[in-house]
Each structure stands twice: as structure tokens, then as C-alpha cells.
């Protein structure tokens, strides 16, 4: 609850290592550090990691806004792990477009959530899967969610 330095880090050990009666004070400093340093912000990292672990739902705009919002391609990704976690909507939502995401480790998220009702989605899940340059992680992934035919499961 300390608007300092010393606040700041506190939040950031709650986000590591804090029990679900410290979702408040991990959100509250999430949705200050965002406020205050921007989408971009290095304290962003443990925080939105944080969100994803104890399971923030009321998280998920604040993660949402990061997500669209950040320049790092790293930070976009932990977001994207921390709404499966947190946002009911991801399968159908952001899950789809990270399937195209230059981070693979944001491709498998993706491809382990997002909804296989949505044509697009199955094409790109059959493209990862046939792509020789895909990621070993990816293709795990991928093969888990469609069958042998390419079909989803």
C-alpha cells in the first residue's frame, strides 16, 4: 500500500510469492505501475506474472491494455499467459491473434487455448503443425488440440 520504491518491491515479492489473500495489493500495484510508468514498464513483468498466478480475474483488462499496449514482445507474451489464466474470453479473444505472435512461447499459449470453432484458427493450427521452422513447443501444442487429419479436437 506504500506509494514508494519500498511499496513497489513489496508488491512485486507478493506477485512471486504471495497467497490469494494478496490479489489486491498485486492488482492494486499493477494497475499503479501502469498508470504511473506506462505499458513498457520492467516492474510489469513480475506483476503481470503474478496476476497469472494467483489468478487475478478482475486482472484481466488491466492485462488486456498491457498486452495491446506494450512494445515488448516478451512482455506481451507473459500478459497473454497471465489472461489464459485470468480472462474467460481469451480462447475466443487475444488467443487468436497470438497464434500469430513473433514469440513462440506466445504461439504455444496460444495454441493451447484458443477455440478451434473459428475456421482461422484451424487453418493456422494446421499451418504451425506442417511448419518445419515451427518450434518443437509449438508443434506439441498444436498436435495436442488437432488429430491426425488435421482435424481439431
Known sequence: RRPDALGGAAARVLACRGGTRDRDLVLG?????????????????TLVDGAGRLGIVCAAPVL?????????SHLRGRAARALAATDPSFPAGFAVECLWDCEETTREIAARHAETGDTRVVDRLRRLAADPAEEAEVQTAVRSRIGPEGTAV
Open 29 to 45: 500495484a499493477l494497475r499503479e505501475a501502469v498508470r504511473g510508468e506506462g505499458p513498457d514498464a520492467t516492474t510489469l513483468w
Open 64 to 72: 488486456r491494455h498491457i498486452y495491446r499496449e506494450t512494445a515488448s
